[in-house]
């Protein structure tokens, strides 16, 4: 069986392209994105619709803020695609995905960070440096250094599915909710 060929518009594939000066920044939206040491601004290219329920209680939240939504929005690739700035010393707080999380460093240092077999662990990635988590694992993020002419890393991060879900660590949610920023 072939692949099917189509020959759109350059109108409609216009629709598929996100420049990076056009795209929204957003710095809050969610639980954490307030507290000192979580501050951050996600910049959300494509996918990344909250998935069912989402913040009905369950704890299961959007990896992007629900209000944000994707610049290039009339598709569903199958993934999120969104670019995360922070401050060094800021990041996200300890969570888990029900989706595959990669990781490419654009711009300064981050910690990547993990619940594993042996406790919490973590790497140290440059730029240019990919690190892709499985599903189902505690992880965390956080700029250490930027480059010389910048006050914020960037990192790209692709998170597997059309409407992936979050949920964050017992821990976090502790935080959180000694902050006021979630209820048990």
């Given at each position: 069986?072939?692949?099917?060929?189509?020959?759109?518009?350059?109108?409609?594939?216009?629709?598929?392209?996100?420049?990076?000066?056009?795209?929204?920044?957003?710095?809050?939206?969610?639980?954490?994105?307030?507290?000192?040491?979580?501050?951050?601004?996600?910049?959300?290219?494509?996918?990344?619709?909250?998935?069912?329920?989402?913040?009905?209680?369950?704890?299961?939240?959007?990896?992007?803020?629900?209000n944000m939504r994707a610049y290039i929005n009339h598709l569903q690739p199958g993934f999120g695609m969104a670019f995360v700035q922070a401050e060094p010393g800021n990041g996200v707080m300890m969570h888990n995905h029900n989706t595959n999380e990669t990781f490419m460093v654009l711009e300064g240092k981050w910690r990547m960070s993990?619940?594993?077999?042996?406790?919490?662990?973590?790497?140290?990635?440059?730029?240019?440096?990919?690190?892709?988590?499985?599903?189902?694992?505690?992880?965390?993020?956080?700029?250490?250094?930027?480059?010389?002419?910048?006050?914020?890393?960037?990192?790209?991060?692709?998170?597997?599915?059309?409407?992936?879900?979050?949920?964050?660590?017992?821990?976090?949610?502790?935080?959180?909710?000694?902050?006021?920023?979630?209820?048990?």
């Open positions: 069986m072939s692949i099917p060929v189509k020959l759109p518009t350059k109108q409609s594939i216009m629709k598929c392209v996100a420049r990076f000066k056009d795209i929204t920044r957003n710095e809050g939206g969610l639980p954490d994105a307030d507290l000192p040491g979580y501050k951050r601004t996600f910049l959300n290219i494509i996918g990344f619709k909250p998935p069912e329920g989402a913040g009905a209680g369950d704890g299961v939240f959007s990896p992007v803020p629900d993990w619940e594993g077999d042996q406790g919490k662990e973590s790497i140290e990635l440059d730029k240019y440096d990919v690190v892709s988590f499985p599903p189902f694992l505690q992880r965390q993020f956080y700029c250490i250094s930027t480059d010389p002419d910048k006050q914020k890393g960037m990192i790209l991060g692709v998170i597997g599915g059309d409407q992936p879900g979050a949920e964050y660590s017992p821990e976090s949610v502790k935080e959180l909710v000694k902050a006021g920023k979630m209820s048990l």
